[in-house]
């Protein structure tokens, strides 16, 4: 790994400023960013520590929606919203595994925008808004393309806000040796509307499956997609499966999501 | 170099490090506590779980700046000081969790912090919780059925593999 200097504010403004040298980096959980240092993917010659910065960890519920603060690690957030939304907590507990779950925090995992990334289908499927150091941003503006989103360089992501869904449910296919998901479907309904999004299958990352969204509105059931999928043109082709096989897996994974969320 | 300060296994300790040091480096270099072992480097075997702050993490995954102030258990801090194993470490003897040893270490860490969470956690719950660390030895039969054992359960109708 290259030399590094690592600082360590306590405040939410003291990163900011540390932030505003354009040579800075945000350092959260270090899972993805420390892996790819040593892989010298990525030589950031400052690195700003969010842990220990009080104003960005930790859980609020509120009426009908939850805030995440950004640098809450993916096994706070399993723990915590298990009552309020079951779907959420379930899809936070199942990442990578305990170790990486101790670390790793959902502003890190959103920055990143992994297109096999768990929190990215949450995000997207209850509609929920990335929160940052200067504006709001919603769920369908936040995501642009494989590893990118509409942040700008040394603006960070302090907390996530979530609508609680009515009905929801995440279902995920491990790719059994990374753990991140081989496709993953989330699919949040409230107030009429369904919302379904897709991770690990698209070649731009996360993405809603419109034909599934229309179908589940006019009828919440398995049987409302039956032999529904989505086009495999633009679906991640690899070792690991086809577009094919994605595309197939995409239309499996709705149809375990909505009868779990029927529940 | 930056100075970086923390309690291990009870005791404070503190060094001059470079701020890329890993805290698995600082263990087993500056600390000279070899106990807690490199497998992959990558984050992906488990091998250098240590705890921090009473959580398991990848000491590979983590800078030893990030550390400062923390209370950090490894390995060595497990069997008493007149050598008696813990009880996890006795029933992986007892039971062959082990064969050349090298992911013990990070198994024996992650087996105490699911067993503090979960004291008697079921097989499918001992297999879920070490997704992250990785034997090419054992099978793992052995190492769940040690875990088991730890926790206090019956394990005797359970096959030897
Ligand atoms: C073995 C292993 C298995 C994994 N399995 C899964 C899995 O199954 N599913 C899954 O989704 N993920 C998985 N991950 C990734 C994990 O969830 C990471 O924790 C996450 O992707 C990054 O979060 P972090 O806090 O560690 O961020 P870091 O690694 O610290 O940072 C990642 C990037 O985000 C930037 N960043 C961090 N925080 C902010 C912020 N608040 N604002 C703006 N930018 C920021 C950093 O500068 C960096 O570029 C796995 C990782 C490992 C090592
Ligand atoms: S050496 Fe840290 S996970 Fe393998
Ligand atoms: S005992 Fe050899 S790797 Fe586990």
Same mark, same amino acid.
């Given at each position: 790994?290259? &030399?590094?200097?690592?600082?360590?504010?306590?405040?939410? =403004?003291?990163?900011?400023?540390?932030?505003? %040298?354009?040579?800075?980096?945000?350092?959260?959980?270090?899972?993805?960013?420390?892996?790819?240092?040593?892989?010298? *993917?990525?030589?950031?010659?400052?690195?700003?520590?969010?842990?220990?910065?009080?104003? *960005?960890?930790?859980?609020?519920?509120? %009426?009908?929606?939850?805030?995440?603060?950004? =640098?809450?690690?993916?096994?706070?957030?399993?723990?915590?919203?298990?009552?309020?939304?079951?779907?959420?907590? $379930?899809? $936070?507990?199942?990442?990578?595994?305990? =170790?990486?779950?101790?670390?790793?925090?959902?502003?890190?995992?959103?920055?990143?925008? %992994?297109?096999?990334?768990?929190?990215?289908?949450?995000?997207?499927?209850?509609?929920?808004?990335?929160?940052?150091?200067?504006?709001?941003?919603?769920?369908?503006?936040?995501? %642009?393309?494989?590893?990118?989103?509409?942040? !700008?360089?040394? &603006?960070?992501?302090?907390?996530?806000?979530?609508?609680?869904?009515?009905?929801?449910?995440? =279902?995920? !296919?491990?790719?059994?040796?990374?753990? !991140?998901?081989?496709?993953?479907?989330?699919?949040?309904?409230?107030?009429?509307?369904?919302?379904?999004?897709?991770?690990?299958?698209?070649?731009?990352?996360?993405?809603?499956?419109?034909?599934?969204?229309?179908?589940?509105?006019?009828?919440?059931?398995?049987?409302?997609?039956?032999? *529904?999928?989505?086009?495999?043109?633009?679906?991640?082709?690899?070792?690991?499966?086809?577009?094919?096989?994605? $595309?197939?897996?995409?239309?499996?994974?709705?149809?375990?999501?909505?009868?779990?969320?029927?529940? | 170099?930056?100075?970086?300060?923390?309690?291990?296994?009870?005791?404070?300790?503190?060094?001059?490090?470079?701020?890329?040091? @890993?805290?698995?480096?600082?263990?087993?270099?500056?600390?000279? @506590?070899?106990?807690?072992?490199?497998?992959?480097?990558?984050?992906?075997? +488990?091998?250098?779980?240590?705890?921090?702050?009473?959580?398991?993490?990848?000491?590979?995954?983590?800078?030893?700046?990030?550390?400062? +102030?923390? #209370?950090?258990?490894?390995? #060595?801090?497990?069997?008493?000081?007149?050598?008696?194993?813990?009880?996890?470490?006795?029933?992986?003897?007892?039971?062959?969790?082990?064969?050349?040893?090298?992911?013990?270490? +990070?198994?024996?860490?992650?087996?105490?912090? @699911?067993?503090?969470?979960?004291?008697?956690?079921?097989?499918?719950?001992?297999?879920?919780?070490?997704?992250?660390?990785?034997?090419?030895?054992?099978?793992?039969?052995?190492?769940?059925?040690?875990?088991?054992?730890?926790?206090?359960?019956?394990?005797?109708?359970?096959?030897?593999?």
């Amino acid at each position: 790994m290259y &030399e590094v200097i690592i600082t360590r504010p306590r405040s939410l =403004a003291e990163a900011i400023e540390a932030l505003g %040298d354009d040579n800075a980096t945000p350092l959260a959980g270090g899972q993805t960013l420390i892996p790819t240092m040593k892989q010298r *993917l990525a030589a950031p010659e400052v690195l700003v520590s969010l842990a220990g910065i009080e104003e *960005l960890s930790g859980v609020t519920i509120g %009426d009908g929606e939850i805030t995440i603060g950004a =640098a809450t690690t993916h096994a706070d957030v399993a723990r915590e919203v298990a009552g309020a939304c079951p779907a959420l907590a $379930a899809l $936070a507990g199942g990442i990578g595994d305990p =170790a990486v779950r101790n670390r790793g925090t959902i502003g890190g995992s959103l920055a990143n925008n %992994d297109p096999a990334a768990d929190y990215p289908a949450a995000v997207l499927a209850c509609d929920a808004t990335i929160i940052t150091n200067d504006r709001e941003i919603r769920s369908d503006e936040f995501f %642009d393309g494989m590893f990118g989103t509409a942040l !700008f360089e040394g &603006e960070i992501i302090t907390g996530v806000r979530f609508p609680i869904p009515e009905r929801a449910a995440y =279902a995920k !296919f491990d790719q059994p040796a990374s753990r !991140f998901a081989l496709t993953g479907v989330f699919v949040a309904a409230g107030g009429g509307v369904v919302r379904v999004a897709v991770t690990g299958a698209g070649e731009d990352g996360v993405f809603r499956w419109d034909a599934a969204e229309q179908a589940l509105a006019k009828d919440f059931s398995p049987s409302a997609i039956e032999g *529904l999928s989505p086009d495999p043109s633009g679906m991640i082709g690899d070792l690991h499966g086809t577009p094919e096989y994605r $595309a197939h897996l995409v239309g499996v994974m709705t149809k375990r999501a909505v009868e779990a969320a029927l529940g | 170099m930056t100075q970086v300060s923390m309690t291990v296994n009870g005791k404070p300790v503190s060094g001059d490090v470079p701020d890329n040091t @890993l805290l698995v480096d600082f263990l087993r270099e500056t600390l000279e @506590l070899t106990g807690t072992h490199v497998g992959c480097d990558t984050s992906q075997c +488990g091998a250098c779980v240590v705890h921090v702050n009473g959580r398991a993490v990848k000491a590979c995954t983590m800078f030893a700046l990030e550390a400062e +102030g923390a #209370e950090v258990a490894t390995i #060595e801090g497990e069997a008493a000081p007149d050598g008696t194993l813990s009880a996890i470490q006795q029933a992986f003897q007892d039971h062959h969790g082990l064969q050349c040893g090298f992911c013990t270490p +990070g198994m024996v860490m992650s087996a105490k912090a @699911l067993l503090a969470e979960n004291p008697k956690p079921t097989e499918a719950e001992i297999r879920e919780y070490l997704e992250g660390n990785i034997c090419r030895c054992t099978g793992y039969h052995n190492i769940v059925k040690a875990i088991m054992a730890a926790s206090g359960q019956d394990v005797s109708k359970i096959a030897a593999e």
